[in-house]
């Protein structure tokens, strides 16, 4: 039997959770800051939900799904990714119904038969926020901004936010001609993907990561000069908003959407020195995602942040990594009568919110004093045979190495005021 991880799949040990604890706990406070809540949505979907919420002329559904029959017969997918899920919830319980907008954030890993490279997993994890209800530009930049709210606390200070407009189905329809028009003579510079989008879906070419086809696209039409009135105006209200938040970004020419419930802001988060794919995240405006997947027709815009790439891009940048919180207190005994005592003081030592243990291996007491130096304790309670008599404890300071007699009674009170608790 094999007992390594399947490829693409790692542990996270103990040793580095403390990493992920503190990422995901400023997620969670950032996002609700900004009044976002978190919703779970089950961890597999039913396979059409991706078929039409991701797109099915998209890499993600064509190459990468994780997809299954159940014992029932059901086409089953584990979550590429969280926008669909969420769409598919808001429309399940018609939370449309409620006030708007609604704003969810989750967080949680997804999956994707992906070749794995730094800081890219097939089992990997993505925070995301998405809000539905409102077309306001005042949202996309409050999402853009919490995005960037999120890094920054974080301590990331070198980074890029990528801003366009991929415009409406409207002006899209005369941009795609131009696109057309512009690579019918240079189809046969395109890689086999790109070739049968020529006339399919051309604005999935501009971000085709093959170099070829990168090369073949400069001089390109820009889309933006082909938007109309309203989506122009549109964009220009979120860049306004921006300023306002003072949110620095550059516009990016090559970051298109290639599906049509695209609309509008497309955005990207990008940090140098985390390989050749420089994006930690991204997201847009979805305004036909919800009716693609078989809701009322509600707008929504949203992002997702991978998180493996976003710890990479904060080692890589040097922001410091925290350790996760050790134990404070060791409790130690000698024989059989001292245990049920041991039992207590433990028990009593937790309840009050100390961080506590005790030796479970039948250790002699001396490898119960190096156990708690291993542990890196601030305190053990010493209970033998002489403090059972004298209804003391004994308490050592294991920085000082100072140890002294305490009454059993004050005992929880002596170590609280030690701990600055
Ligand atoms: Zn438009
Ligand atoms: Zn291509």
């Not at 996002?31 to 039913?46: C, K, S």
């Not at 710890?311 to 919180?325: G, I, S």
Request: proline residues 4%.
């Amino acid at each position: 039997m094999d007992i390594t991880g399947p490829r693409g799949t790692y542990d996270i040990l103990p040793d580095k959770v403390g990493k992920w604890h503190r990422l995901e706990r400023v997620m969670r406070q950032t996002a609700e800051l900004y009044g976002y809540q978190e919703v779970r949505t089950p961890l597999f979907e039913h396979t059409e939900l991706f078929a039409r919420g991701v797109g099915d002329t998209t890499d993600i559904v064509q190459k990468e799904m994780y997809t299954f029959q159940d014992k029932g017969g059901r086409s089953l997918t584990l979550r590429p990714e969280g926008t669909a899920p969420c769409a598919r919830a808001f429309i399940q319980h018609r939370v449309y119904s409620q006030p708007q907008p609604t704003k969810w954030y989750y967080i949680g890993p997804m999956f994707r038969y992906d070749r794995p490279q730094a800081g890219r997993y097939r089992q990997f994890h993505q925070f995301g926020a998405e809000t539905f209800g409102s077309r306001s530009p005042a949202v996309d930049a409050e999402i853009i901004t919490l995005m960037v709210d999120i890094v920054t606390r974080l301590g990331l200070r070198d980074y890029e936010v990528h801003l366009n407009s991929v415009g409406c189905g409207r002006c899209r329809l005369e941009y795609r001609r131009k696109l057309a028009e512009f690579l019918q003579p240079l189809q046969a510079e395109l890689c086999d993907d790109c070739r049968k989008r020529v006339d399919i879906n051309p604005l999935r070419i501009i971000d085709c990561k093959e170099r070829r086809c990168q090369e073949v696209l400069t001089g390109l039409p820009v889309l933006r000069d082909y938007l109309c009135a309203e989506c122009a105006g549109h964009f220009a209200a979120v860049r306004r908003y921006l300023d306002q938040y003072a949110i620095a970004y550059v516009l990016d020419d090559r970051l298109v959407r290639g599906l049509d419930y695209y609309t509008n802001t497309a955005f990207e988060l990008h940090v140098a020195g985390i390989g050749a794919q420089s994006a930690v995240g991204g997201g847009g405006r979805y305004d036909g995602l919800v009716a693609a997947c078989g809701g009322p027709d509600v707008p929504g815009i949203g992002f997702a942040i991978g998180m493996e790439r976003l710890l990479l891009a904060l080692e890589e940048n040097l922001v410091e990594a925290v350790l996760p919180e050790g134990l404070e207190v060791f409790v130690a005994y000698t024989g059989e009568e001292c245990e049920v005592v041991a039992h207590q003081v433990l028990r009593e030592l937790r309840q009050a919110g100390i961080r506590t243990d005790r030796d479970y291996m039948g250790r002699s007491l001396k490898a119960q004093m190096k156990q708690a130096d291993r542990l890196q304790v601030a305190l053990v309670v010493l209970i033998g045979e002489e403090e059972m008599k004298k209804s003391f404890y004994t308490l050592r300071d294991m920085d000082t190495k100072a140890q002294y007699q305490i009454e059993q009674a004050m005992l929880v009170t002596e170590i609280k005021r030690i701990l600055g608790k």
